[in-house]
C-alpha cells in the first residue's frame, strides 16, 4: 500500500509507517539555520530532510532506523544538552555507516582535527556557503555508498554472509530466516527449494556464515553448467593422465571446501551415476578422485538447492530418493517475489544503492508510481529480475529519481509476469502449410520455441515445464537454430 514516500508494512504487533527513500537528518539547535540548511540541500538533492534539536534527539532518531533511511547526517558543533563532539562519538560507536559533516561557527582547527579523528566525512564553517555544502554532501553520500558496498562484497567474498543481511519484512522470509539460523546451529545437509532467482544461494551463504564454519571456504557450484563427461572430475577431482586431458592433478570443489561449506545448486541436473558418488560422501565422508587409487576423506557440510519438484524427479528414474533423503535433512522452501511483495520496496533500494556505489553515482529517489508499477509487475524471475529491473533503470535513467516512465520495458508482461506469446490459443498444428504431417522432430521443435518465448527465454523455466535437463533444452535450441536456417 503506497502513501507519498512510504509504505505500510504490516506485521504482527501493527501497521508500521516505513520510509522508503533517503532522508538527511540536520541536527542543530538553532531553526533557523535548520530551514535554511534544508534549503539549501532540497535545491541540489532529491533527499528528504528530517531534523533534529540535539544530539541526543539525532540519536534516538538514528538507533529508530532500522531500515536505513537517514543517509547523512549535518550536526552542529555548540548545542546544549549533547553536543556536537559527543554525539559524533556515540554516532561514530553506533552508526559509523553514516556519514556526518561537521558545522561549527568556530575556526578553530584542532577542533577541526579533533572531529575528523571521530569519524566526521568534512567540517564546514557557519555561515555556510551553498555550493560548498552541495559538494560536501554529495561526496559524503558517495563514499558511504562505496564503503558499504565494499563491506558487503567482503562479507560475501569471506563467507561473512549473515541472516541481518538479508532484505525483507515477509512473514514468509522471516519463518524462512527462523528456520535458517536453527540450520546454522547444526550440522545437518539443508535443501532449499523455490523458483529461479529466489535467493537460494544468499540463503545458502547465510546459513553457512552464522554456523561453527564461518571463515572456513564456502563453495558454490551450479550442477546444471557442468557438462556431463565432467560432473565426477569436477565434484571429486581427479589424479594426473586419469583421462584424456587430464594433465594434472586436480582437487576437485569438495576438496577446494574442506573444512567448510559446499553449495550445489540446481541438485536435480546431476547425472544418476554421479549421484551415487555423492551419496557415498554424505553417509561415509570420502571421495574418490577419478584415477584415484583409494578414496580421500574430507569435512564437509552439504547445502542443496534445486527448483524442480524431486519427488517428480525420483518417480521418473531420474534421482535416486536414497540421496533426496540424505539431502533433505532439513528443508527449506523460499517464497516467490510475487508471494512477498511487501519486500519490494526495501529491495528496489538496496538495488539503487548497490548500483550508484558501483558507478560512483548518488542513490536515486523512488518515485511512488514506479513502486506501484513494481509492485503490480509479476516477476517472474523473482528478486533476480528486480535486480536486473532496477540497473536498466538506473543506467538509463536521466533524472534524480526512478519513474514509472523508467520501468515502460516491463508493460510487455501479463498480470502473471509472462511474456506475451506469438501464439495466444496455446496452439499447434501438427501440419505443414502444404497440409501435410509435421515430424515428430518439427513437432516437438514448435513445443520448445513456443515454451522459450512463454518463459521469456529463461532457460531453467523452459528446461522445468517442459520435463527436460537443461543440458538437453540446449541440444534442441540448436536444433532450433539448425531448422531455421535450413
Known amino acids: 500500500m503506497i502513501s507519498g514516500r512510504f509504505y505500510f508494512e504490516f506485521r504482527s504487533g501493527g501497521v508500521t509507517l516505513v520510509s522508503m527513500n533517503k532522508n538527511i537528518l540536520i541536527v542543530d539547535d538553532d531553526r533557523t539555520e535548520r530551514r535554511m540548511i534544508a534549503g539549501i540541500l532540497r535545491r541540489s538533492l532529491e533527499f528528504g530532510i528530517r531534523e533534529a534539536e540535539n544530539g541526543r534527539e539525532a540519536v534516538r532518531i538514528l538507533d529508530k532506523d532500522a531500515d536505513g533511511a537517514i543517509a547523512l547526517v549535518i550536526l552542529d558543533l555548540d548545542m546544549p544538552i549533547m553536543g556536537g563532539t559527543e554525539t559524533l562519538a ?17 575556526t578553530d582547527t584542532g577542533m577541526a582535527v579533533e572531529a575528523m579523528k571521530l569519524g566526521a566525512a568534512d567540517f564546514l564553517s557557519k555561515p555556510v556557503e551553498s555550493a560548498r555544502l552541495d559538494v560536501s554532501a554529495r561526496n559524503a553520500l558517495k563514499m558511504s555508498l562505496m564503503s558499504r558496498e565494499i563491506s558487503r562484497l567482503r562479507r560475501h567474498e569471506e563467507g561473512g554472509v549473515r541472516f541481518a543481511d538479508l532484505i525483507g519484512h515477509d512473514a514468509g522470509l522471516q519463518a524462512a530466516v527462523k528456520t535458517g539460523r536453527k540450520a546454522a546451529a547444526c550440522e545437518l545437509p539443508v535443501l532449499l527449494t523455490g523458483e529461479t532467482g529466489t535467493g537460494k544461494e544468499v540463503f545458502a551463504r547465510a546459513i553457512h556464515g552464522e554456523s561453527a564454519r564461518a571463515g572456513q571456504p564456502f563453495i558454490a557450484l551450479n550442477c546444471g553448467a557442468i557438462p556431463e563427461k565432467l560432473v565426477e572430475s569436477t565434484l571429486f577431482g581427479h589424479e594426473k593422465g586419469a583421462f584424456t586431458g587430464a594433465v594434472d592433478k586436480a582437487p576437485g570443489k569438495f576438496l577446494e571446501a574442506d573444512g567448510g561449506t559446499i553449495f550445489l545448486d540446481e541438485i536435480g541436473e546431476l547425472p544418476l551415476e554421479a549421484q551415487v558418488k555423492l551419496l557415498r560422501v554424505l553417509q561415509d565422508g570420502v571421495i574418490e578422485p577419478v584415477g584415484a587409487a583409494r578414496p580421500v576423506p574430507v569435512n564437509v557440510r552439504v547445502l542443496s538447492a534445486t527448483n524442480r519438484d524431486l519427488a517428480g524427479e525420483i518417480r521418473a528414474g531420474r534421482f535416486r530418493e536414497d540421496l533426496y533423503f540424505r539431502l ?99 496452439l499447434i498444428s501438427p501440419l505443414r502449410p502444404d497440409g501435410s504431417f509435421k515430424s515428430l522432430h518439427e513437432f516437438e521443435q514448435d513445443i520448445v520455441a513456443l515454451a522459450l518465448a512463454h518463459h521469456a527465454g529463461n532457460i531453467s523455466q523452459t528446461a522445468r515445464v517442459l520435463g527436460i535437463a537443461k543440458s538437453t533444452l540446449y541440444t534442441k535450441i540448436e536444433g532450433l537454430a539448425d531448422l531455421k536456417s535450413a
Open 90 to 106: 556515540a554516532l561514530a560507536e553506533k552508526h559509523a555507516h553514516v556519514p556526518v559533516i561537521i558545522l561549527t561557527g568556530e
Open 328 to 426: 533433505n535433512v532439513l528443508h527449506l522452501e523460499l517464497l516467490p517475489l510475487r508471494q512477498r511483495k511487501i519486500d519490494i520496496p526495501a529491495l528496489a533500494a538496496h538495488f539503487i544503492d548497490q548500483f550508484g556505489a558501483a558507478h560512483g553515482g548518488l542513490p536515486k529517489r523512488l518515485g511512488p508510481q514506479a513502486l506501484e508499477k513494481l509492485q503490480a509487475h509479476g516477476w517472474p524471475g523473482n528478486v533476480r529480475e528486480l535486480e536486473n529491473a532496477v540497473n536498466r533503470a538506473m543506467a538509463l535513467g536521466e533524472d534524480a529519481a526512478l519513474e514509472a516512465a523508467d520501468f515502460a520495458f516491463l508493460q510487455s508482461k501479463e498480470m502473471g509476469g509472462h511474456p506475451k506469446s506469438s501464439n495466444p490459443q496455446g
